[in-house]
């Protein structure tokens, strides 16, 4: 996971014993494990020349497993030894592991399994009467005249029950997290059988959530049986929902790759995708900020990354793709407090503002390295970046006087049609070139004016940001009944990859305005972004789709989830 199999125990960032040793002919076996790495070893003392000691690893709790794993034996005179490390969890591949130790010493004996018990806001088996509400996330299943329901709360936890039946009716949950394509070791969860004399039962509620192995957005069905009858019959697979925020965040972690560090296969996608994670306020993801960061800081060839290579410093021919990552590294600032990640976004807008060219058009910053275009993307990154760099650095002036003259550049530069509305770009003789008004264009526009008036207080500024906010709510270009609708939405069109996470970031700045001006405008405007998402737009599992009024042909994988979880955040 953050480490491969076999990582010395030297290396562990924590050593804790969660279940107790065990004695073979005097000798001790020891379970040792570390959470911040996700890893465990196994060792053996008090022992002699050729003991061993060695880990096993199961992905069915506990029914089968991988013996054997990295097994040592007791040197020479040595009294004891240990195992290398291995990993107990595999979310990149959404397998939950379990790990026990075990050793030979004229007898073989092993450790409690680890975590077989998924733990949470609550832990496995907690009564359901300890439940924070009761929501039904999919439709009933019926047998024999039975009803078998599933059940969620606030807390993402999760039971079954069973009604309307008789002694001998069972009735348990199912747990998969692989959006219940596979559910090894959550099979039969709580299986409970009703008692004599009555006519209903129900399980005790499970966890969907396993923050100490890295699993968000686990899904559970329920199943039951007729006492009389061998079939059973299950609900449909849901995943809970806590709050919006919290269910369409939890579905975005699913696609983390925690091994790779991104979300595969787009670049500057799992900047904006950080972002929006960040957006969510939820603390339990704050490991993926610095996974992100410490995997990736580094260099790639073309094709491992992006279509070009990245030269370190998250930093490629793509300008615009270079300054996603400086945002999201302010955010990660923000977000955290640790320096580093500000000290890389402001090496990020450094490389970007080389491009910034007074030679072509009076100004403005070029879209790609060989400076054959100027757009509204890559200059609407650059006013907020420099605005945001200058407000984090004390004393400084530099990137104050490069924020305040992109601003007054991107005003005049005729970017910002007649209709309050962002094109895509300016001709090769600095004219509007007319080309589509996206949302993004839009947002980035919102963001980088009101951040430049944050850093100069001058209300221009400000006025400009919610001109465009107020042109794009009202123009039918941009929203259809009140609700966001990018060009590639419409009739049978379908929006690309990078398109999929365009109107999320618009309504982050929006966001953004919302809040630094407290407007009830714009507060009901991105309310009914969220209430269309939640209820056109999403499935059981709590995935969203491009097409936020709903409606098909539709697309839906982890960029546009990432986009519908900036229309949800805070509703």
């Given amino acids: 996971m953050l480490s491969c199999d076999t990582l010395d125990p030297s290396r562990a960032a924590q050593e804790i014993f969660p279940v107790p040793e065990k004695q073979i002919n005097g000798r001790r076996l020891v379970l040792h494990v570390s959470d911040r ?9 008090n022992g002699v020349a050729g003991d061993s000691v060695w880990l096993d690893r199961s992905w069915d709790g506990g029914a089968s497993w991988e013996g054997l794993l990295g097994r040592a034996s007791i040197p020479g005179t040595w009294t004891g030894t240990r195992t290398l490390m291995y990993n107990i969890t595999d979310p990149g591949h959404h397998r939950r592991g379990l790990i026990r130790a075990c050793g030979d010493a004229a007898a073989v004996t092993c450790t409690d399994w680890i975590y077989p018990t998924v733990c949470d806001v609550l832990c496995d088996r907690t009564s359901a009467a300890q439940a924070s509400g009761d929501l039904q996330p999919v439709p009933p299943t019926t047998l024999f005249g039975r009803v078998i329901r599933l059940h969620t709360d606030a807390n993402a936890m999760a039971w079954a029950s069973i009604e309307a039946g ?5 009735v348990w949950l199912d747990r998969s997290w692989d959006s219940g394509a596979s559910w090894p070791g959550g099979s039969s969860l709580g299986r409970t059988v009703t008692p004599a004399g009555a006519v209903s039962t129900r399980t005790t509620m499970f966890a969907t959530r396993d923050p100490r192995g890295r699993h968000f957005g686990g899904a559970v069905r329920a199943c039951g049986r007729e006492a009389a009858h061998q079939e059973g019959s299950c609900t449909a697979w849901a995943r ?4 919006r925020t919290r269910a369409a965040a939890d579905a975005l972690l699913y696609s983390y790759d925690p091994t790779t560090a991104w979300w595969p296969t787009s670049w500057w996608n799992s900047a904006t995708t950080l972002s929006a994670v960040m957006d969510s306020g939820i603390r339990d993801y704050d490991w993926v900020i610095a996974r992100t960061f410490d995997v990736n800081r580094g260099t790639f060839a073309a094709g491992q990354r992006s279509t070009d290579p990245v030269e370190g410093n998250f930093i490629s021919r793509s300008i615009d793709d270079s300054a996603w990552w400086g945002l999201t590294w302010v955010a990660a600032y923000d977000h955290t407090g640790d320096q580093r990640y500000l000290a890389m976004a402001t090496t990020i807008a450094a490389y970007v503002h080389q491009y910034w060219d007074t030679r072509t058009c009076g100004g403005g910053v070029w879209w790609d390295r060989e400076r054959t275009y100027k757009n509204a993307v890559t200059n609407g990154q650059y006013l907020r970046l420099t605005a945001a760099i200058h407000r984090r650095t004390p004393g400084d002036s530099l990137w ?3 924020a305040r003259t992109a601003a007054d550049w991107y005003l005049g530069s005729g970017l910002v049609n007649s209709a309050g509305l962002v094109n895509d770009g300016l001709t090769g003789d600095c004219r509007n070139n007319g080309q589509t008004v996206w949302t993004y264009n839009q ?4 963001g980088g004016f009101l951040e430049v008036w944050r850093a ?3 209300t221009r500024y400000l006025d400009t940001a919610k001109r465009l906010a107020d042109s794009a ?4 270009v941009l929203t259809r009944g009140g609700v966001l609708t990018e060009s590639c939405d419409v009739g049978s069109n379908s929006c690309d990859d990078n398109q999929k996470q365009f109107k999320g970031i618009f309504v982050r700045y929006l966001n953004d305005l919302a809040k630094a001006t407290n407007s009830a405008a714009y507060q009901r405007f991105a309310r009914q972004q969220s209430d269309s998402v939640w209820a056109a737009d999403r499935d059981a599992l709590n995935r969203i789709g491009q097409r936020w009024a709903g409606g098909s042909p539709n697309q839906q994988d982890w960029r546009t989830q990432a986009s519908g979880l900036n229309a949800v955040i805070g509703t």
Avoid: F, K
């Fill in 37 to 45: 790495d996700g890893m465990a070893w196994g060792s053996i003392d």
């Fill in 166 to 170: 008789g002694a001998g009716d069972e």
């Fill in 240 to 243: 809970p929902v806590p709050t």
């Fill in 400 to 402: 104050l006087q490069r």
């Fill in 443 to 446: 947002g980035l526009g919102i």
């Fill in 456 to 458: 100069t207080g001058d």
């Fill in 473 to 476: 709510i009202a123009s039918p």
